[in-house]
């Protein structure tokens, strides 16, 4: 990626998925009520739609969609092709723009489908259409999204999203939480209510909870933290991590005692996440509890604790400048992450000849993302780093060079 890349505002090929999808008419207001049964059964347009125009369309759509996807999974799900993941096109699909075939078909469907088919296909059997209607039911000015897309959260079918030259894969429950976490106070007046329930749970995937957990405690800390701290404690693995990382993000120098606990673990994922999440926590402690785990047997905790060891450090100390010029290009590359997270100054000094030695493997996207948040005032050591033995460095502080003289970073 070229750091001339990292200073403009943004890709002009870039899109949001649901951008306008405009749906015609809203439902009323209800309270949120916790569904007794999230949606793991579907059916068929046949079923679901009761208007026969729209029917027909919904077919054509679902004709469209069975016809492309991406190859990931080897398991076939819901009638698309043995190994392919179903893809699901936003407005723009390209980098010119154009919007695809399936997308107008979307909007074409908007313009007649009724309430509540609308609602009813978020029980389609082809989870691109029940992604479409997702979408549909969030531009919607229904404040009744909440129990509408609520018992879609233990949807765990993969859909890959393309949104402009972009695309990423991820389940039908996450879209859906995507959603409801956008929702306002105008929109939803439950907000943090729906959000707790997300979090408390357990027939929804760890992930989707996360979501929820990563959401409330954005808005409400204080409701947030009890809640990431159950997590933390929980038997399941997969939201024990949810948990230890937002408890991290939100935990005080009075909070440490769980990571303590868990960086002293027997269980090497205990360790790791421990290791990840006082990256995270604001305290001085952070480090004293880091530092056995830069000797860990394991090099994936190793790891972890060097990118959070560097990125608490405001100094660099003898125990960075071991980690960058350590026998081991894991433990280098992941304390040159945590100090071009950091982004100073004497994050950027370590990058200097003597210390980079024989480690070339630099990520220089991190690198030259760091440059560009200082600017000017590297100048004086991008020069120096043009010494290094590092081809990336010296190509990354070339460019870094040209931009600056061009056009200061400000």
Not at 123 to 128: G, K, N, S
Not at 218 to 228: G, I, N, T
């Amino acid at each position: 990626m070229s750091l001339a890349l990292l200073l403009v505002v943004g890709l002009a090929c870039s899109s949001d998925p649901a951008d306008a999808p405009t749906a015609l008419s809203s439902q009323p207001a209800l309270p949120f009520v916790r569904p007794a049964i999230l949606s793991t059964t579907f059916g068929t347009t046949e079923q679901l739609v009761s208007d026969p125009l729209a029917r027909g369309k919904v077919d054509a759509l679902h004709a469209l969609t069975l016809k492309q996807g991406i190859i990931i999974d080897p398991a076939a799900q819901h009638g698309y092709r043995e190994g392919l993941v179903p893809t699901v096109d936003g407005k723009e699909t390209g980098v010119g723009g154009d919007s695809g075939p399936e997308w107008l078909a979307f909007r074409d469907i908007e313009t007649i489908i009724s309430p509540t088919d609308a609602a009813a296909l978020l029980r389609h059997e082809d989870p691109a259409i029940r992604v479409y209607f997702i979408w549909h039911a969030s531009a919607a000015t229904s404040t009744d999204l909440a129990n509408l897309l609520y018992p879609m959260l233990a949807d765990t079918t993969r859909v890959h999203l393309r949104s402009g030259c972009t695309g990423e894969t991820q389940t039908v429950a996450d879209e859906a939480m995507g959603k409801l976490e956008l929702g306002s106070d105008a929109r939803d007046r439950t907000r943090a209510d729906v959000l707790t329930a997300v979090i408390t749970d357990d027939r929804i995937p760890a992930q989707t909870r996360g979501m929820a957990l990563a959401s409330l405690a954005s808005v409400d800390p204080a409701a947030a933290l009890p809640l990431a701290k159950a997590a933390a404690g929980s038997a399941n693995a997969d939201w024990k991590h949810e948990g230890v990382t937002i408890f991290a993000s939100l935990a005080r120098s009075t909070d440490l005692d769980l990571l303590a606990s868990e960086s002293t673990s027997a269980d090497v994922d205990d360790r790791e996440n421990a290791a990840h999440a006082l990256g995270r926590v604001d305290a001085v402690q952070a480090r004293d509890l880091l530092a056995p785990l830069l000797n860990d047997p394991h090099p994936e905790v190793i790891e972890a604790a060097a990118e959070s060891y560097a990125f608490q450090s405001t100094a660099v100390d003898a125990v960075v400048t071991e980690l960058l010029t350590r026998d081991q290009e894991i433990t280098n590359d992941a304390a040159a992450r945590g100090l071009m997270r950091r982004a100073t100054l004497h994050a950027l000094e370590v990058f200097e000849p003597s210390l980079m030695k024989e480690h070339p493997h630099i990520d220089s996207f991190a690198l030259g993302g760091m440059i560009s948040q200082i600017g000017a005032p590297a100048t004086p050591i991008l020069h120096d780093l043009l010494e290094s033995k590092s081809v990336v460095v010296r190509n990354v502080a070339t460019e870094a060079l040209g931009v600056i003289d061009k056009a200061p970073i400000k």
